[in-house]
């Protein structure tokens, strides 16, 4: 408990600048999905391979569940970044971006021998963007700041449930 | 601990409450307003993210514009003929079950027992595996095939089963009887109970067998090449105008939605002068250099041999001959017959620009040293003087170097495959001004199409363009795909039901038999040959017909 109040005014200062970035990116990768009417994840899917691959292909098989993945994944990047950026539901925004990203890097690890559709813009070894990207949730799910809207919603909560 | 941590932000803010009631004073108003501010501490960057996205979707929007209005393409899918079939029942006979045969029957609606329970396990397998459902689902065009004909008993066999399964079922479901084997096309053409024919025989017979159906007026779906020979392209063209049947050449690019959206790019000038078209075959395989399998209870008891010669130069009963007749020049015309023709007919169908004035060309026989008399390395060049344009094909049979076709204009060049992407030169005169603006990129399409997409617009990601062009995108999405096979088809089966002409009719089969042969002679004989509009013959003909008599021609009765 008491450990977010020994936060230097840096570490606050840098964690909060950490989830806001994060949760920027994954608001527009939502918004840039959500306009284009024409956008699915279909293709992306097709191209996963690993492991993982089977269950990503599956997906694309029904029209019915790759539109409900379409709306997850896109409704979820735009929540899940809103909820970063203004520290609301944090808690569950920096988790249900974990599972987001650890889907992502499943379906296209960078892993020695499989190469996919789209080029990587850098060179990666196992370890990629996304790879470090779900890292840096993971350092801000343990190192929580009490910066964010949660920190207003928190007493009504704490009342009604004291009821 | 983690969970301690994370309940840490609200814990705190409530524990000032909880315990210091009495002391809501100043400083706790005051703590509070400070908790207040350090809670909307990140709100502002909303407002920047908001004011970024803004700007960025005005950019974006702004250049869409640009290039549309400079464009000036139709985004929507073009309107494809999709009346629901009407009209009474149509009979129908085939000629030719080897393997185009049955394709065809397939896209008509008509698949073999086994067949059907092969793909339905393969779907139970693999749920991926789409091809039963489609299958299954596609339109019933309110056809029945009397009667059948091949002159191998094997085949034919297959063909009555295939022919007798209206209802698409398996080998567990009894088949009605009621589908006659003719032995002879000429018997078929004069059964009471057929309108129509399919013509799935080798390239040889496509003129002999179209001619005899025309004769007895039966409506005519032809495989392509149209034919074998240049005096069977007059003959084939007069026999069905004169007996004014519904006559299909098998060009089911015609029903390819690209190839439409092309068309409507080319008319609205967006590659501005076209001067040079490539087109291209790349392939690698044994099977795509027709060494098909060889039946292995095929012999000469169950196949009618000199039926199967017919008109061709006689050789004794080969079943490689019989299998693979592509290889020789005895039956076939080659890659010219096989392949050029179908990428001839899509760029005519965009051009319209008809039988070239000139055609020269030359081949070998490189890799498959394996007994055959066609090239399996060829190029040929047509050339159109008043329209200032050439056309090349140029063709392997090993190699798989995948080379699609291109269309080039001084203003910009055309990539066409299932999909269609426009780009603009970056020496263009059109697209100078938009270039230097930063409006126009020459290495980002100015318009692109992919089927089946709803709003196909001129800006697409770069990871679009990688998926569409390897034909990934939206394959599941909206769930259908359609075979052309089966709309082209249709439209024959339209156009013989509402008496109209068929999307790929005698005037077009006409140019595709006669441009494929000026090409073939010119190869041949290793001498340019030359296009008479007026008296619509080739110049100076005659010493080439009687060198070509020799090897494969032997004349037939209705030329005329």
Redesign the interface.
């Known amino acids: 408990m008491k450990r977010s109040c020994d936060y230097t005014l840096g570490q606050t200062t840098f964690l909060v600048t950490l989830r806001t970035l994060i949760g920027w990116h994954f608001l527009y990768e939502g918004l840039a999905k959500l306009a284009n009417p024409d956008w699915s994840s279909a293709a992306y899917l097709l191209d996963s391979k690993g492991v993982m691959s089977g269950f990503f292909h599956s997906l694309t098989y029904k029209p019915s569940l790759l539109h409900t993945v379409d709306f997850l994944n896109k409704w979820g990047l735009v929540l899940i970044g809103l909820g970063l950026i203004l520290g609301l539901f944090t808690r569950i925004s920096v988790f249900s971006g974990i599972v987001l990203l650890a889907l992502y890097y499943l379906s296209h690890p960078p892993f020695p021998g499989l190469v996919f559709s789209v080029p990587a813009e850098g060179s990666y070894m196992i370890v990629n963007k996304t790879l470090i990207e779900l890292s840096a949730l993971l350092v801000l799910y343990v190192f929580p700041t009490r910066i964010g809207l949660d920190a207003l919603l928190a007493p009504l909560f704490k009342k009604k449930s004291q009821r | 601990m983690?969970e301690?941590?994370?309940?840490?932000?609200?814990?705190?803010?409530?524990e000032n409450?909880e315990t210091g009631k009495e002391k809501e004073t100043l400083s706790g108003k005051q703590m509070k307003r400070r908790?207040?501010l350090?809670?909307?501490?990140?709100?502002p960057?909303?407002g920047v993210?908001a004011w970024g996205?803004y700007k960025k979707?005005r950019y974006d929007q702004i250049i869409k514009k640009v290039i549309r209005d400079e464009v000036g393409m139709e985004y929507a899918p073009p309107v494809m003929s999709s009346t629901p079939v009407s009209g009474k029942q149509l009979r129908l006979g085939i000629v030719g079950f080897g393997i185009r045969g049955p394709q065809l029957m397939e896209a008509a609606g008509f698949l073999h027992p086994a067949k059907v329970d092969k793909l339905r396990e393969a779907a139970e397998k693999n749920?991926?595996d789409k091809r039963y459902q489609e299958f299954m689902k596609q339109e019933d065009l309110n056809i029945v095939f009397n009667g059948v004909c091949d002159v191998f008993d094997i085949h034919a066999q297959e063909a009555m089963e295939t022919a007798a399964n209206v209802k698409r079922q398996g080998t567990d479901a009894k088949l009605p009887d009621n589908v006659k084997r003719y032995r002879t096309y000429q018997e078929m053409m004069a059964a009471d109970d057929i309108d129509a024919v399919i013509i799935a025989a080798p390239d040889h017979w496509h003129a002999p067998i179209t001619i005899e159906a025309a004769r007895h007026g039966k409506h005519v779906y032809c495989e392509k090449p149209m034919t074998w020979t240049l005096p069977e392209a007059y003959a084939v063209r007069r026999e069905v105008k004169k007996a004014g049947i519904a006559f299909q050449l098998g060009h089911q690019g015609r029903e390819t939605e690209s190839y439409i959206k092309a068309k409507e790019a080319v008319e609205k000038n967006l590659l501005g002068k076209i001067n040079l078209i490539e087109v291209t075959t790349n392939r690698n395989d044994p099977n795509g250099a027709w060494v098909y399998p060889i039946h292995p209870k095929a012999s000469p008891k169950n196949i009618d041999w000199k039926q199967f010669i017919g008109q061709a130069p006689w050789h004794d009963f080969d079943l490689k001959r019989f299998f693979r007749w592509r290889c020789w020049w005895d039956y076939s015309t080659g890659l010219s017959g096989d392949l050029f023709t179908h990428e001839f007919d899509a760029i005519n169908q965009i051009l319209e620009m008809g039988i070239p004035q000139y055609a020269s060309g030359s081949g070998g026989i490189y890799y498959f040293q394996d007994g055959r008399t066609v090239y399996d390395v060829q190029q040929e060049i047509f050339e159109y003087p008043d329209r200032d344009m050439t056309l090349l094909y140029s063709a392997t049979l090993a190699s798989s170097k995948n080379r699609g076709k291109v269309l080039m204009g001084h203003d910009g060049y055309m990539e066409l495959g299932s999909t269609l992407n426009v780009y603009a030169d970056r020496r263009s005169d059109r697209y100078k001004k938009l270039i230097e603006n930063g409006d126009i990129k020459p290495d980002v399409p100015i318009y692109s199409y992919v089927p089946g997409?709803?709003?196909?617009?001129a800006i697409t990601t770069?990871?679009?363009q990688?998926?569409a062009g390897?034909g990934?995108?939206?394959?599941?999405?909206?769930?259908k795909r359609v075979n052309t096979t089966h709309l082209h088809i249709k439209n024959w089966l339209e156009a013989i039901r509402k008496k109209t002409q068929p999307s790929c009719n005698i005037d077009r089969g006409f140019e595709e038999a006669i441009t494929n042969l000026m090409g073939v002679i010119a190869m041949r004989e290793g001498k340019r040959v030359e296009w008479d509009y007026d008296k619509e013959q080739i110049v100076d003909l005659k010493p080439i017909p009687e060198k070509l008599q020799e090897t494969n021609l032997k004349p037939i009765e209705y030329l005329g």
């Open positions: 983690e301690k941590d994370q309940k840490n932000p609200a814990g705190e803010g409530q409450k908790d207040i350090k809670s909307l501490a990140t709100v960057v909303l993210f996205y979707r749920p991926r997409r709803k709003n196909p617009d770069a990871t679009e990688y998926f390897r990934l995108l939206y394959t599941y999405r909206g769930g």
